[in-house]
């Protein structure tokens, strides 16, 4: 036996490794191979699938995947996701600070406005706000208790568009001051009264010291907002407003190309979140700097709440340069 | 005659709900004295630091800051509250250092030291500057102006804190355990700040735990407990012989 072993380590020499020299290595288990076959398995099987079912009419969907119409609808999309966005961050921003108003009456609006407009159906809104006129025919815009008013007919103005954004703003506004509440209570107290006892004013703390504060926690959940909002734009097709999912829908009606067109329409909503998820991740990055170095043990001292022992007080010299 | 720089409580009372934590506190701090208010936990020092500067308001008694009513104006009936610009005024004339520094960690150092001249007082930003540069200078931070706060040891944060207060040229300092949330041995550095802003003259109250910092320059000691103002004094005097029972106690179980 002693010398069956002795050709073996010479015919295979093994480098001689001391135990404390040797890696540790996890070795590759059978589930680990059954993995990737399974996926692989489903993955081909999609794609074998699309390239041989003839009704997927791709030459159909490459034909149509620039033509004016789509693009047409593509940039109403575009402006409804920006012009709701906006304008629903910003009336949002407006409902947030007035539900944390000590004042009762004013916090109780806020949160009326946010049951109310989360409590019902966006599609529901929507169709709502296009059929105003019904409610208030006629609004006369002018100051109150003077003669000076100029009568103002709501069919007119509430073409498709207007109800399109004026609805997806409205309920915008109630998801986006909850997440900016959510915000403003991950600010610490000790902010607030640090800024208070410099004598800064109400508004000048909020804007300078209390909401910049808020971005990190902000920023993600709004981006998430973004891409929703982007997709939910495709409800505005009841209304008639020309977007791309209604642009895709009046192209099928002539042609009967249902599936392909619905692709075409498809293909542009997935093109655009994961072109949004790139700047989206770059503001996050933008400003979580200032932030991010709290995971530091220096920085835990900082933090409300520190135990004993938790602030160990070193600056941590490499931890920003390693960030940049 | 001018009274800035000093605090006049009579008879100051606060409640949290049915817990009193103030029962008719006096106290008077003269200009350029350094006042020490000493207990237990939960013996209501914070609170009454912290009323003279609002961040808690007063159920009812006297409070006098820099000689004028802080945060109300005595009528007939009552003490009707200020509107809240008139508070920030009178705040921002009272330094307030607290255990957490609160630094505000979005800004540097130096943006932090300036955001009180410039934000609140409107003052040219680059003379700010000048002046924030000073005063980190001052406190031993010379150089670290462009560091944000996480990168600062809690140490060097307490004292951009202090530098910060000091900015909007208070009248008095308030220090609320400003070396309780300090490593052994980073207080130190922050007590010479203190020391030296003693030596300056600064009108300072300050709740701490620091016996021996109390002893060295303390004017003033009052001692709490449960809400009350059980003996209060010159510091020397009350640390070496204590007259009332419970503070007595209380001595043995820090020193």
């Not at chain 1, 939910?232 to 977007?243: F, P």
């Not at chain 2, 207080?187 to 735990?209: F, I, K, Q, Y």
């Amino acid at each position: 036996m002693d010398v069956i072993d002795t050709t073996m380590t010479r015919s295979r020499p093994v480098p001689l490794l001391l135990p404390e020299d040797k890696k540790r290595i996890t070795p590759k288990r059978p589930r680990d191979y059954v993995a990737w076959a399974v996926a692989i398995a489903i993955v081909a099987g999609l794609v074998w699938t699309a390239v041989t079912n003839e009704n997927y009419h791709w030459p159909v969907v490459f034909s149509y995947f620039t033509t004016e119409t789509i693009l047409e609808g593509l940039l109403v999309t575009l402006f409804l996701t920006a012009a709701s966005m906006t304008l629903g961050t910003l009336l949002g921003l407006v409902l947030a600070v007035m539900r944390m108003s000590p004042q009762r009456p004013v916090s109780g609006l806020a949160q009326l406005y946010i049951a109310f407009f989360r409590g019902t159906p966006v599609l529901v809104q929507l169709i709502f706000w296009f059929n105003i006129a019904a409610l208030y025919p006629h609004l006369s815009i002018g100051i109150p208790f003077t003669g000076v008013s100029t009568p103002v007919d709501v069919n007119a103005i509430m073409t498709p568009m207007t109800a399109a954004v004026v609805g997806l703003t409205l309920n915008q506004a109630a998801y986006m001051s909850e997440i900016i509440r959510g915000g403003f209570a991950s600010v610490s107290r000790g902010q607030h009264e640090a800024a208070e006892s410099l004598g800064m004013s109400g508004f000048t703390k909020l804007r300078h010291v209390i909401i910049p504060q808020t971005m990190p926690a902000v920023i993600p959940a709004t981006g998430n907002q973004v891409i929703g909002m982007l997709k939910e734009t495709s409800l505005v097709s009841v209304l008639g407003v020309a977007d791309l999912l209604q642009s895709a829908q009046a192209i099928y009606a002539r042609n009967y190309q249902t599936i392909p067109l619905l692709i075409v329409a498809s293909l542009w909503y997935l093109i655009m979140t994961l072109v949004l998820s790139v700047p989206q991740s770059m503001i996050e990055r933008r400003f979580s700097r200032s932030t991010r170095t709290r995971l530091t043990p220096a920085a835990t001292s900082a933090g409300p709440g520190t135990g004993p022992g938790a602030g160990a007080g070193q600056a941590v010299p490499t931890t920003r340069e390693s960030l940049l | 005659m001018n009274a800035d720089g000093t605090i006049v409580a009579r008879k100051l009372c606060k409640s949290f709900g049915r817990h009193q934590v103030l029962r008719d506190i006096d106290l008077t701090v003269k200009a350029g004295e350094i006042s020490c208010i000493i207990g237990p936990s939960g013996s209501g020092k914070s609170t009454l630091l912290r009323c003279v500067n609002g961040l808690e308001t007063v159920d009812r008694g006297v409070l006098k800051v820099n000689g004028e009513d802080f945060g109300y104006v005595e009528k007939d009936d009552a003490y009707h509250a200020v509107r809240p610009k008139r508070l920030a005024e009178q705040r921002a004339r009272i330094g307030m250092v607290f255990q957490q520094f609160n630094l505000f960690p979005n800004m540097t150092a130096e943006s932090n030291v300036m955001s009180g001249p410039v934000l609140v007082h409107k003052k040219d930003r680059a003379a700010s500057r000048e002046r924030a540069q000073e005063l980190l200078a001052r406190v031993g931070l010379e150089g670290c102006g462009h560091k944000y706060p996480a990168q600062l040891s809690g140490g060097q944060q307490q004292r951009v804190a202090i530098a910060r207060a000091l900015a909007m040229d208070p009248t008095i300092m308030l220090f609320d355990e400003p070396t309780s949330a300090l490593d052994p041995e980073r207080v130190g550095e922050v007590l010479s700040v203190m020391r030296d802003l003693a030596g300056n003259g600064m009108t300072m109250l300050l709740v701490t735990h620091e016996m021996g910092f109390a002893r060295e320059v303390a004017d003033e000691i009052l001692f709490m407990d449960e809400g009350i103002a059980v003996e209060r004094g010159d510091a020397r005097e009350v640390l070496a012989n204590p007259r009332e029972k419970r503070t007595k106690a209380f001595l043995e179980r820090v020193l």
